[in-house]
């Protein structure tokens, strides 16, 4: 069965900080991995997506990281502000056409002044 | 261009009733389709479409129908409500090269 793991469940750091998350997958056939943010009431909004050969993409302050061969990914955020306090779904797309999704359950990120 | 928009908001029901939850976007994807998302658990797939006319099941597909008459609708229909289809609702739209476009969510209790 395909499956995401994010850790940590949940994370609150200083205003200004730094912070790394993770997602470990067991997907087959991998075709691409997305992080999304997902505020509070809110849709997920997209912020990387990365295929089987790319390393590293990033989007302003935040950069995703991806190992294929030991199937993770990481996302790092950089000089944290409190608009990033959200939860961060990691998403694993396989299959033809890229359809089938596999969702973490996410990370609730927590930005305090 | 307004995305996908989804109605209502919010929505409370007794067990039993029906009711539509609808989705329309103005991006001529032709993919769409619906999650739930419940506390501790990733998002689900209930069903999806790959263009009008057209319409399968996701992973959670019971007590749910969908239709596809036109690219722009996606309504979700309860058929039956249960106190186990409290959620929150979100339909997406994607193309294979964009990515997914998410709706800001329906929250339905049922009582």
């Known amino acids: 069965k395909n499956q995401v793991e994010q850790s940590p469940q949940s994370l609150i750091i200083l205003e200004g900080k730094n912070c790394t998350l993770q997602c470990n997958y067991t997907v087959s056939p991998f075709s691409n991995l997305r992080w999304y943010k997902q505020d509070t009431g809110r849709g997920p909004v997209s912020l990387t997506i990365?295929?089987?050969?790319?390393n590293t993409k990033s989007n302003g302050r935040y950069t995703a990281t991806l190992d294929a061969d030991t199937k993770q990914s990481s996302l790092h955020i950089t000089a944290s502000q409190l608009s990033d306090s959200a939860s961060y779904i990691c998403?694993?797309?396989?299959?033809?056409?890229?359809?089938?999704?596999?969702f973490g359950k996410g990370t609730k990120l927590s930005v305090i002044p | 261009n307004a995305g996908v928009t989804q109605t209502p908001k919010f929505q409370v029901l007794k067990t039993g009733q029906s009711m539509t939850l609808q989705c329309a976007q103005d991006m001529n994807h032709e993919y769409m389709s619906w999650y739930r998302q419940d506390p501790g658990m990733g998002l689900r797939l209930i069903h999806y479409s790959v263009g009008a006319g057209i319409t399968d099941q996701g992973e959670v597909p019971n007590g749910y129908n969908v239709s596809r008459s036109t690219t722009e609708d996606f309504p979700l229909r309860l058929l039956s409500a249960a106190p186990s289809q409290t959620s929150v609702y979100f339909c997406?739209?994607?193309?294979?090269?964009?990515?997914?476009?998410f709706g800001s969510g329906t929250r339905l209790t049922v009582v």
């Open positions: 998403v694993v797309s396989s299959g033809a056409g890229s359809y089938q999704l596999t």
């Open positions: 997406a739209s994607r193309t294979p090269t964009e990515g997914y476009t």
């Open positions: 990365m295929t089987f050969s790319e």
